[in-house]
Every structure is written in structure tokens, then in C-alpha cells.
């Protein structure tokens, strides 16, 4: 996905994650949560899945448990707390949200990691310049941040900062350091801002630099990824996806068109999981053969 | 640093974005310059990842790709070590051979480019003291301070009284004393055994677990009196290995000791009161208010009053009272320095480390570091030097050691270390082998009654 | 208070009761959801916009990106100690010294930078919209906030909790789908500890870096003159 043209990308993370947050229909809302999980299980390491599973579970089961808790409606009572019934509905309600909350939040890790913050300055540059300015000196600024408080912290250390050990001292002496890298940081942008002058900001109008090609394959999926959301948004708007749990879960296909509806939003949801399958596929492919044509031709010799 | 953009690339296309060029020539012209300097592997990358050597080439690479006329350089490799300073002026030598561009460089660190240079002005307070051909320049100059960063090779030209034409490398130079009679050097011995302050035994240091470690089985005594210079290149190790010394970092393996014990059994804080000292690469990291007089007394004990008459006669001593009321950033790299050493003493080290401390010295500078180095010696104090100043450690130093890679690959008395290496020497030595300095060299010749 | 400010406010006041109105009608099933979001985003559309429309020096932008960078640097450099976050500090102060609509962009900016590093989501429209407010209302009270530093750290206070009612807001909406009373509440007694911290750690760090940045940015506006000046509209 990191590979797609940012302004395909960018509105698709964006319309797939509106429609999550707003289609209300647990079967379309399965579809989002399995896509965006299997996108998920293909682009991260180990480490990261453990951490994120970590979190993730507790949180699905807190969010199924409390909403009983808190609602009481629906009509097949589980048990009664202090005269308040725990309904199964209720339940199934919870279970739902939590589904839908860890896809919202899959679908934000998608995002974050491909379109980055190279990504998004090159689309906003051209209607938000200035805006896009501070941001890419902002992003310019902040590692460097990092380097020279370790520097200070480490040369302060050896004239006695941080020496006492407890939390305020601790705070006081970051605090020190803080001023200090802010009168530098300030003094450096004056700097830069006369750097950047000296290039030519302000003469003529800025021509971003094009990064991002269309290429053919871009193409043909931007259509495509449009119709699909448009079908989803029709199915929505026309009440194809509405669903009620209370007081009794009703037919998650209330018409016709649901079922297309449906099937377009898993389709969409599935997209990235199907991109990413396809272009390791066809890396494989090209593996295969780059290594098929290194190895020598073996003529039988007899 | 110039630098305004996050990215390699956006660095790059900064200039061209802006001047009126349609967005595939700036595509051209970035690809183009990241090609032709050689950054196409840097091209996605952040700039706060990448080394100052490389930091540098970029600002040269963005201000190339806005396809100046004239190059204003100032100071450009004062930061650099000595590999990417070479590099960098090889790049600045090759854009101006082949795309005519007009340099303008100002450096007090010139030795490396001398020969390259047409035409050279010599600037004292303000004043022309010299105009002309590198050659003109250095017969006006020889009798100057500045002469002191001349290259070996003019000066020996010099002291031999500026026979035939100047000569334009140490091939050159050789040939010069092919001529003469040169009377080989005397050793000098090192000083003798003193007490050990500070040791490391076996010490190993490893950033991340599966990485490749940044320090290797070093094992080191600083000795009391001594001088001790670990030379390395760039990404050696040696800055690590000082933070280690300084406490700074816990080493994964091995044992560190300060005047016999322990580092692990210090209090916190208390390695730094009468014990090790560290001064940085970048000396204004020492310096958090807003005058020097305000940061000398923070780290005096006591009473505001009698902190402030202390660090004020520590300052007259050191000839620093002119600094005292100024603001810390707005000081020269070597008033910093010196204040920053000032501040350093004030918690009475015995064990000093230096970080690169030649860094942006001019021939002056670094003659006056060597007299304080000296004098700390003298006061029985240690001092460990990292640099890459392979002639500042051939004068200054008791003892070197060859730091690569995080190992420790040779350690002896200075005659002896240059002797071993073919590379890592002072120019004078493979002008002259056996002598470290140009002023030894044109002592014994003048002992030898070669010199006019 | 100027024509503009009049303008924005009104602007401001009437289109979020106007998007209520679309929601309630049009997205009947998840009007809250709906109507936060176009909320946040009507905070921070024409803010941006309007920014970006008028004239701005160079340095005062790269001055912003460097505030912006300090406040999530300082973040991190703090990270120990939970809720300690110097960032709104940090946005009030460049309000201070730098006006109304820099306060804006600090801070809908912080928070947008923030978000790449710490992972975007569908709260960063809210947190940009929240902080921006912060520095935009800030920096309108400029005058009396500079001068009175407990005025300023009661700002900071009330500022906080606030930021805490909103986030809270998003979380029960973002969490439910809809807006229920009875959750909201329980979420925000919940937070009530990480609250208190957030409003204690904004007037902490405004007490702390008032002076010394006050000092700093002082020196920088008048030498460069981006004083906050009645409208240069263009």
C-alpha cells in the first residue's frame, strides 16, 4: 500500500474509516474488522503484533462487558445486578462496539503507517503551503530536538543536573534543560528562516516537486475503489444497512440492495489485504524467474 | 547548517521548486544533483540521520541545485573530520572544474586546500595582509600566526628559505629534501610510570542486542600526569567509549574504576565531584542560563556571594573576565571551549575527557589547547583525548591509541604509534619520516645549518 | 474586538448548531457521530484557510514550526511522568507573544505532528480543533494574559479541564456511536484523575516557561517586529 499514490491512498483510509465509524450493521461492520485485520497480520513484525495484542484484547472484552452494565434495554435477560438487568442483546451490543472500536483503531494504524508525513505535506503543499511549511520544518526539528537534549542531558549530568535522584529534582533539572533548548531552537529558526530566503522563498510560486506518479495500475483501482464506496454509501443512505439491536437483533438485510451493499464493503475493506497479496505474489514471481535465468543452463553432455 | 527540510530529497528540492521551473524539470534537477553527488542511497532518508560529513554535502547539493554562480562557502569543513573534509572539498574541487561555478571560501583551516586554491586572501582584524598567488601568499605569511596552518610542506619550503617554485603537495615537498641532509630524529622518552586514576578492563558496550557492539574488549589505564589521545575515524566508537569513561553509559560487560573503585558503587553525582570531568564535542552544551558568569556559579557549592567572588577570580586566572557577562551561544567555538573548560574545573576533576576538542580550533587555538592540556598534566591531572587530529595528537599526546570499530587495535608512546602506521600519520611524517611536527623538523635543520 | 474576530465567532456559533440541525434530520442513526466530526472539522477548515490567506514573514512561520516541535519534543523529554504534557503551555505562550491565529496553528499543529508520531486517529481532529481553540482564544485575550501571570495559569486550568470535557466528548461518541448522558459522566469521573494532573501540569509549566520564553519571545518579536498588529487585510 505504501507504494500507491498518495492521493488514492489518503481519501481511501479516510472513506474506510468514515463508513466504519458510521455504518451501524454488524455485518458489514465484520467485514471492515476482518479487512483491515488481515492487513494488519501482513504488515507487522512480531513484536509489534504481541504489543498490539496486548492491548487490543483487554479493551475488546472491557468494551463487550461494560456495555451491559451500563444498558439495560433488550429483551432476553442474562441475570439481574441490584434490580438491573444484564440483557443478551445488550451483550451482543457490546461485542459489536468492540469490534467496531478495534477496527476503527486497525484501520488508524493502516493510515499512520502509509500515508506519512512526506505523503500528506506533498498533497496539502499545493492548496496549504504555508501550513505545509511549518509541518515539514516542525518534522525537521523535532529529531533534531531529541539529539541535543540527549546532549545536554549528558553534559549536564557531569557538572551535576539529575544528581539528587528524586522526581523533583529529577523534573527541575528537565525543565532546565528545556529553557535552554528552547532559546537555542528559537535562535536556530531565525537562522533557517534567513537559509530559506537566501534560496529564493517568497519570489516566485513554489512548484512542489513531483513525487508520486500515477501508474497504470492506480488507474484502474481509483474507479473501482470509488464505485464500491459509492454503492456503500447508497446502501446506507438508503437504509439498506440499518440495524437495531433492542429490543431483538433484527435482519441485518432488511432489502434488496443490502446484500450488494454488504458485499461492496467487504470488498473495500478487503482492498489493502488484497494489494498487498498481489504485489508479494508478483515479487515472487519475478524472484523466481530472475533466479531461474541466473542459474546456467545445464546441457546434458553425455 | 542550512538545512530547512526533513527529508534528503525535500532538501534537494527546495531551490528548484521555487524558481519558476515546471515540476518535471525539478524532478530532473533533483534526481540530477542527488546523482551527481552521490546522494541517491541518502535520498529518503531524514537529515538528522544522517553524519555531519554527509549533512554537509547536502547543504553543498541543495545550494548547487539552485544553479548558482558563485559559491559563498563559510567554514564548510571546520566540523568535519578529516576523510569527509577531504571528501567534501574533492566534490566542491569537481563542481567548480566542471560546472564553472565561482568559490568563495573562507576557512581557517586550510592545510588540505591550499594547493587547490587560485588565488588567496589573507585576512587579519579586518585588514588585507596578503593578496596573491598561493605561493606570493605563503612568503608574505611566514613570519604571521596563520603560518602555523600552512601545509607542512610550505612551511618546510619556508624554513629552507623558499627555494624554486612552491611546492603544491608532500611529493613535492620530498623532493625538496631529497637535497638535503637530514639528520635523523631524536626519540624522546615518554615519562615514566604514575598512579592509575581511572581504569577500564574488558570493557564492552552493545546499543541494541543484535546489532554489531559499538565498543569491544577495551581495556585502558589513565594515568595521573598523562595525556592519553584515542585516534579514530568517524564512527569508531570514540565518542561512545568517553561516555562510558564518563559514566554516562552502562557498559553491557566489563569493569570500570575510578581511583580504585567502582564505578557502579559512586553515589549519583559524586563521579563528577573531584573526579571525572568530560568536556563535548559541542562545548555549549555545558552553558544553560543566559551569562557565563551565571552558569560558573551554579556549579560552585555554597553561598550566592561567595560563589560569585570565586568564580570571578577563577575567571581572572584564566584570563576569561571579558567573557563573563556574555551570553553563552553568542561566544566563538574557542572562547566556548574555554569556557566551557573553566566551568569543568571548577568541580576539580582528576580525570579530564575531551571530545574532539580541535574541532573548529584554528593552528592558534590548537597551539594554546596543547599548552592547557600541558599544564593539566603538569598539575598531575589525566587527560584522555578522542580526535581525529592526527597532528594535534603527534604533539600533544604521552601516549596514542588506534580506536576501530569500537577495539582498540595499537597503544604506544607517539614515535612508536606514528612509526607502526602508514596512513594515520602526521603530513610531516611522510614528508620527513621519524619527525611528528613541523617544528621539529625545521629545528634539526636548522642544527644541520641546511637553513639560510 | 475586531470586525474579523466578530466574523469568525458568529461564523463559528452558527454552523455548529446548523450541522445539529443535519444530523438530527438527514443521519438520523448516527447523528452524534456525524455532527462531532463536521464539528471538529468546522474548527479547523476555515481557521487554516484564513491563515493561510493573509499575509505571513517567513521567520514568524518557522518560529511556529519551531514552537510546534518544542511542544511535542517536550512531551517526550517529559515522558516520565504521565500527563505532564508542556504542549499547552507552550501554545498559550506563542499566542501570547505572537497573536490569534499563530496560537491556532501552534496548536491544531502540535497536535497534528504529535499524531504522526504517536499514531493518527479519529481523534486528531478533535485534539487539533481543542488546542487550536486553546491558542486561538489565548491569543485574543493576549493583552490581559500577559500581564497577569495568575489570570494566564487560570487560563491554563480551565483551559485544561476543558480539553479533558472535550476528548472525553469524542471517546464516549467515538465508543457508542451516540451520545448517552450516563457514559459521558461515568467517563469523565473516571478521567477526573488524569484531568486534575493535565490542569495541574498546565499551570506548572505555565508558571515555569512564562518568564524565561515570555523573555525570549519578547526579544524576538520586537526585533523582527510579528508583534500580534490590528488587521493588515490584504
Known amino acids: ?302 | 547548517m542550512g538545512l530547512v527540510s526533513d527529508k534528503v530529497w525535500s532538501e534537494l528540492a527546495f531551490a528548484p521548486e521555487l524558481s519558476g521551473l515546471t515540476k518535471d524539470e525539478v524532478r530532473l534537477r533533483v534526481g540530477e544533483t542527488a546523482s551527481y553527488f552521490g546522494l541517491r542511497d541518502l535520498f529518503d532518508r531524514h537529515v538528522e540521520t544522517l553524519s555531519g560529513g554527509e549533512k554537509q554535502l547536502l547543504s553543498l547539493a541543495a545550494a548547487a541545485a539552485g544553479d548558482p554562480v558563485l559559491l559563498l562557502l563559510d567554514e564548510p569543513t571546520s566540523m568535519l573530520d578529516p576523510i569527509a573534509a577531504a571528501r567534501f572539498l574533492d566534490t566542491l574541487e569537481r563542481m567548480r572544474r566542471d560546472l564553472g561555478v565561482t568559490v568563495l571560501l573562507a576557512e581557517h583551516r586550510f592545510s588540505s586546500l591550499y594547493p587547490l586554491a587560485d588565488r588567496v586572501l589573507a585576512l587579519e582584524n579586518g585588514r588585507v595582509i596578503a593578496d596573491g598567488t598561493p605561493g606570493d601568499a605563503a612568503k608574505t605569511l611566514s613570519a604571521s600566526p596563520l603560518f602555523g596552518g600552512f601545509p607542512p610542506e610550505i612551511r618546510l619550503w619556508s624554513a629552507l628559505g623558499c627555494p624554486g617554485k612552491c611546492p603544491a603537495s608532500i611529493a613535492d615537498g620530498r623532493a625538496l629534501l631529497t637535497k638535503t641532509n637530514l639528520p635523523a630524529p631524536t626519540p624522546t622518552d615518554g615519562p615514566t610510570g604514575s598512579e592509575s586514576l581511572l581504569s577500564a578492563e574488558n570493557l564492552t558496550f552493545y546499543f541494541e542486542k543484535n546489532a554489531p557492539p559499538a565498543v569491544t574488549d577495551v581495556t585502558l589505564d589513565v594515568k595521573a600526569g598523562r595525556h592519553l589521545c584515542i585516534l579514530g575515524g568517524n564512527g569508531a566508537g570514540k565518542t561512545t567509549l568517553l561516555r562510558l569513561l564518563a559514566g554516562l553509559l552502562p557498559p553491557t560487560a566489563g569493569k570500570l574504576r575510578l581511583f580504585g573503585k567502582p564505578y557502579k558503587a559512586y553515589k549519583r553525582g559524586a563521579l563528577y565531584k573531584e573526579g571525572v570531568a568530560l568536556l563535548p564535542q559541542d562545548p555549549s552544551a555545558l552553558f544553560l542560563k543566559s551569562t557565563v558568569l551565571e552558569d560558573l556559579t551554579d556549579v560552585l557549592p555554597g553561598k550566592k556571594e561567595g560563589k560569585e567572588t570565586a568564580a570571578r577570580s577563577a575567571a581572572e586566572k584564566a584570563g576569561l573576565t571579558g567573557l563573563l557577562a556574555r551570553h553563552p551561544l553568542d561566544l566563538s567555538g574557542g572562547e566556548c571551549q574555554r569556557a566551557a573548560l573553566l566551568k569543568i574545573l571548577l568541580t576539580k576533576p582528576r580525570v579530564l575527557l575531551l571530545d574532539e576538542p580541535t574541532k573548529g580550533l584554528d593552528a592558534e587555538g590548537k597551539r594554546a589547547l596543547r599548552e592547557t592540556v600541558r599544564r593539566l598534566t603538569d598539575e598531575g591531572k589525566a587527560v584522555v583525548t578522542v580526535t581525529h587530529d592526527v597532528e594535534f595528537a603527534a604533539a600533544a599526546a604521552d601516549e596514542c591509541a588506534f580506536l576501530f570499530r569500537g577495539e582498540i587495535l595499537s597503544r604506544s608512546a607517539p614515535a612508536d604509534f606514528f612509526a607502526k602506521n602508514r596512513f594515520y600519520t602526521p603530513a610531516v611524517s611522510r614528508l620527513a619520516p621519524g619527525y611528528l611536527t613541523v617544528e621539529a623538523l625545521a629545528a634539526a635543520l636548522r642544527e644541520g645549518g641546511q637553513t639560510p | 474586538m475586531t470586525k474579523r474576530t466578530v466574523l469568525s465567532c458568529l461564523f463559528f456559533l452558527l454552523l455548529i448548531p446548523l450541522t445539529a440541525v443535519l444530523g438530527l434530520t438527514v443521519f438520523r442513526d448516527v447523528k452524534w457521530v456525524v455532527w462531532s466530526l463536521m464539528a471538529a472539522v468546522l474548527s479547523i477548515v476555515p481557521f487554516i484557510v484564513s491563515f493561510e490567506k493573509r499575509e505571513h514573514n517567513l521567520t514568524l512561520l518557522v518560529l511556529i514550526a519551531a514552537m510546534v516541535a518544542l511542544s511535542v519534543g517536550g512531551r517526550i523529554l517529559f515522558y516520565i511522568l504521565p500527563g505532564f504534557k508542556p504542549i499547552t503551555a507552550m501554545v498559550i505562550l506563542t499566542a501570547l507573544y505572537f497573536g490569534p491565529e499563530a496560537g491556532y496553528m501552534t496548536g491544531s499543529l502540535a497536535a497534528l505532528l504529535s499524531n504522526f508520531y504517536f499514531g493518527q486517529g479519529p481523534w486528531t481532529p478533535f485534539q487539533m480543533a481543542a488546542w487550536g481553540l486553546i491558542g486561538f482564544f489565548a491569543g485574543l485575550l493576549h493583552a490581559r494574559l500577559q500581564k497577569n501571570t495568575p489570570l494566564c495559569c487560570a487560563y491554563g486550568a480551565v483551559v485544561g479541564v476543558l480539553y479533558s470535557l472535550i476528548l472525553n466528548f469524542q471517546h464516549t461518541v467515538g465508543v457508542r456511536g451516540t451520545f448517552v448522558w450516563d457514559e459521558y459522566v461515568a467517563v469523565t469521573v473516571a478521567s477526573l484523575g488524569f484531568t486534575a494532573v493535565y490542569a495541574v501540569s498546565n499551570v506548572v509549566f505555565l508558571l515555569l516557561l512564562k518568564k524565561p520564553v515570555g523573555r525570549i519571545l519578547e526579544r524576538v518579536t520586537l526585533k523582527y517586529g510579528l508583534a500580534p498588529t490590528p488587521e493588515k487585510e490584504k
Open chain 1, 1 to 302: 500500500m505504501k507504494s500507491l499514490h498518495p492521493l488514492l491512498s489518503f481519501p481511501y483510509f479516510v472513506a474506510v474509516l468514515a463508513l466504519t465509524m458510521l455504518i451501524r450493521n454488524p455485518v458489514a461492520t465484520l467485514g471492515s474488522l476482518l479487512g483491515a485485520f488481515c492487513y494488519w497480520l501482513m504488515t507487522t513484525n512480531g513484536k509489534e503484533k504481541r504489543a498490539d495484542l496486548g492491548f487490543y484484547i483487554p479493551l475488546a472484552v472491557l468494551i463487550t462487558v461494560a456495555n451491559p452494565v451500563f444498558s439495560h434495554n433488550g429483551r432476553t435477560p442474562l441475570f439481574f445486578l441490584n434490580d438491573n438487568a444484564f440483557t443478551l442483546e445488550s451483550l451482543l451490543y457490546g461485542a459489536f462496539n468492540a469490534a467496531l472500536i478495534v477496527s476503527v483503531l486497525l484501520w488508524s494504524k493502516a493510515y499512520s503507517k502509509t500515508v506519512t508525513s512526506d505523503k500528506f505535506l506533498y498533497l496539502f503543499s499545493g492548496i496549504l503551503p504555508k501550513t505545509a511549511l511549518i509541518l515539514s520544518v516542525a518534522l525537521r526539528y523535532l529529531p533534531m530536538l531529541r539529539k541535543e537534549a540527549r546532549r545536554l542531558k549528558d553534559a549536564q549530568k557531569t557538572v551535576g543536573l539529575y544528581s539528587k535522584g528524586s522526581v523533583t529534582d529529577n523534573f527541575l533539572s528537565s525543565c532546565k534543560i528545556y529553557y535552554a533548548l528552547i532559546g537555542r531552537t528559537l535562535e536556530n529558526a531565525v537562522g533557517t528562516a534567513e537559509s530559506m530566503r537566501a534560496r529564493g522563498w517568497g519570489k516566485a510560486k513554489r512548484v512542489p516537486c513531483a513525487r508520486y506518479r500515477f501508474h497504470t495500475p492506480d488507474k484502474v483501482l481509483a474507479p473501482v475503489l470509488l464505485f464500491l464506496f459509492v454503492v456503500v454509501a447508497v446502501g446506507a443512505g438508503t437504509g439498506s444497512l440499518t440495524f437495531s439491536f433492542y429490543p431483538a437483533p433484527t435482519d441485518p438485510l432488511p432489502n434488496g440492495f443490502s446484500a450488494f451493499a454488504v458485499a461492496a464493503f467487504w470488498l473495500l475493506s478487503f482492498f489493502p489485504a488484497l494489494y498487498e497479496t498481489e504485489v508479494n505474489l508478483q515479487w515472487r514471481l519475478l524472484q523466481s524467474k530472475i533466479s531461474a535465468s541466473a542459474t546456467p543452463q545445464r546441457t546434458k553432455t553425455r
